[in-house]
């Protein structure tokens, strides 16, 4: 199995231009989900005591499986939050894993270690975020906001041991991300919300806080504001919730995690006004600054309190601190052991482009909403819920309920021609189905819009 023979390298052959035809396709199918039953009867066996061969696995995997994934990358994949990794990046992905390096400890991943730091510098300057500030990349924003909120319940245990056994709260809007409560419940602490899907503001934050119960409000250690909500690309008043968190001694966390990618459009950089006061930021990469997946970061305004509230003892792991190999160790900011060194292709999609191309390939997504709302506006059958934020788009088809969204959803989606989804809208009580676009791709063009919205005439 570990052999190297000529079968091997034959294989390699193929698999690799299987993977520059794909790396180079800019037009890929929209492949569409078949059932597990589907799937077992044109797949058979694979796992066996004997295997089935390289070719027979691959050739599966390409004609069938594959083809049942949807591309994050298409260029009418609108839904969710799509994707569009560089070729770059991509690219390095593979030499990343060929490398078969361990990115926790600077002992065995330095050289690596250090290039995932160039690109963090970076990210970190994005944020305005003063001198010291530094991070760490992770597998998602999940886990970037679950280590973010450790350290945060660290720090404020730390300060105030009688709360060793208080279960702290957080608060947040109704208009944060799922994993925001998800993770709450990892760490067994109380999340509160103030209910709004718009634009969190400082004054809401602080009337929530002030009708809360003593008692509650003592438990109350971080307020998690979104830069750029997931539903709707909405930053809160990152500002006044910086001041007040700053105020009231609270851990101040930005969850940026699509936004993030934002930071370096100087169209709407003032919008992340106050970011720069965070405690803890969490962007992902692998959203909308073009990394393959899965690629997270979390920057910590005072890294030490992460290293104290994530470093993992341990006699095998002592070596690791030992001065011959002093060094910033991935694993002591966050909650992952062994890691691939997954900030790399980053690294070398920047360093090969700069970041000028970045600023350019962000910039085109808000101008794709843009358009769109323009669109949107021209055409009598659909109208805006509210005007583009970042690069989403809420609308409304004229008349249609919400079994006709997700009809419509489905007929593009099998017709193998888009993907976009119907979401919700909260609005003083009033729950409304509307459709959604998300742009990240540069390569979706406004053609593409034209077409996706003539499929909502019928
Ligand atoms: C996507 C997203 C997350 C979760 O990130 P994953 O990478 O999917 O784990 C968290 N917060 C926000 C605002 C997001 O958009």
Redesign the pocket.
Known sequence: MHEIDLNLVEMTLDVMKFAISRITDTNPPLGKPRTEKELKSLVGETVTPKGIGGEVAFKLFRDVLLKASVPIDHPRHLAF?PASPTRAAIMFDLVTSASSVHGAFWLEGAGCIFAENEAMRWLVSLTGLPEGAFGVFTS????A?LSAMVTAREAWRARAPEHARTRGIILTSSGA?S??KAMAKVIDADVLTVDTEDRLEAAMVREHISRMPKDERERLFAVVA?A???NAGIIDDLSGIGTLCKEEGFWFHV?????GGALAAPSVRHLFKGIEMADSV?I?P??WLFSPY?C?AVIYREPELARQAHTQGGSYLDIFYDEGYRGFNPADYQIQLTRRVRGLPLWFSLAMHGTDRYTKAIERGIELARIAGRLIERSPLVELVRAPSLSCVLFRRVGWKPEEYTRWTLKNHSDGFALVAPTKWRQKGNVETVARFCFINPDTTERDIEDILLTMHS
């Open positions: 939050v998602g924003g999940t886990e906001n991300h994993s925001v979104t750029g909500t997931t969850d940026a995690a699509y936004g969490t992902d692998h959203k899965d997270g």
